[in-house]
């Protein structure tokens, strides 16, 4: 055999035996051209494929609703690449007469005039917003709202990760967290943080705002989660929000953080994005 041949197999027998983990670190390139809904939101693809949910091997700071770590199968689907902004919201409003965000609780937080909104706040992500304003949202635009296991794997990719950018801890160039309110400031435009950004792509999945997901919340759902496409529970009380917000630290800014929340409450630090089945 000859120099140049015996080297050819050994490269081709290293990558066939690469470490999982690190074959597995960034989603195969994607096959499909990414869909746009009535909105017009850019999506990204998130391929068909198994990927590690909840809180990674070895890991201690979970909560107990964030075990046991399960693989799961999730279908083909896109994901907004970016969280819903005011300015797609106001669309959204003007064509359906939708009501408005509005925080009710506390109108200090209120970011909208009535039915209008400053210039710098179109590309802000859109909150006071509850579950039910979240799904009629995407209904409209001809989507609907990711399934929690959707997100973590649209935020996580395929490779146990703390982070949708990796391990590295979190700092202000991958996010906004840790923060006071300080009127729409508070927020960032969306995509405004690069080295924070998924590997299917998908911006802010930690930090901005806290994101509406699909299902209800069990903290014992992944007990008994199916292994394929799951859904959450059929019925509950609460509903599952997503990604951290503006105001979180370090702590809870990881990928597999759950929390549970009233679907009527609109407050200053929960957004959402949409999904789309493939077709």
């Not at 990711?146 to 996010?175: I, S």
């Not at 950004?197 to 930090?207: E, L, R, T, V």
Request: charged share 25%; glycine share 8%.
């Amino acid at each position: 055999m000859s120099v140049r041949v015996l080297l050819a197999a050994t490269v081709f027998s290293v990558l066939l035996n690469m470490s999982p983990l690190f074959a597995a670190d960034q989603p195969p390139q994607a096959l499909l051209t990414p869909q746009t809904g009535k909105d017009g939101a850019p999506m990204v693809v998130v391929q068909a494929g198994s990927f590690p949910m909840g809180v990674p091997h070895g890991d201690r700071d979970g909560g107990r609703d964030e075990y046991p770590r399960h693989d799961v199968f999730v279908d083909t689907f896109f994901i907004d690449k970016f969280e819903v902004t005011n300015g797609r919201y106001l669309e959204f409003v003007k064509a359906t007469g939708h009501r408005v965000p509005q925080n009710s609780k506390n109108p200090t937080r209120n970011l909208w005039q009535g039915d209008t909104i400053s210039d710098s706040l179109a590309d802000r992500p859109v909150i006071n917003v509850d579950w039910f304003d979240a799904e009629a949202y995407c209904a409209w635009a001809g989507k609907r709202l990711p399934t929690e296991a959707e997100w973590e794997k649209a935020a996580k990719g395929t490779a146990d990760r703390r982070f949708p950018w990796g391990n590295v801890e979190p700092t202000l160039k991958h996010l906004n967290f840790n923060q006071q309110w300080v009127g729409e400031k508070t927020l960032m435009p969306v995509g405004s943080y690069e080295l924070g950004k998924s590997p299917f792509g998908a911006y802010d999945m930690a930090g901005n705002v806290w994101e509406w997901v699909n299902d209800w919340y069990d903290a014992r759902y992944y007990e008994k989660s199916p292994a394929k496409n799951p859904k959450g529970p059929d019925t509950g009380t609460k509903k599952v929000i997503r990604g951290a917000g503006w105001q979180n630290e370090t702590p809870t800014v990881r990928i597999f953080t759950r929390v549970d929340s009233d679907p009527t409450i609109r407050n200053e630090s929960t957004g959402f994005r949409c999904a789309l089945d493939a077709k």
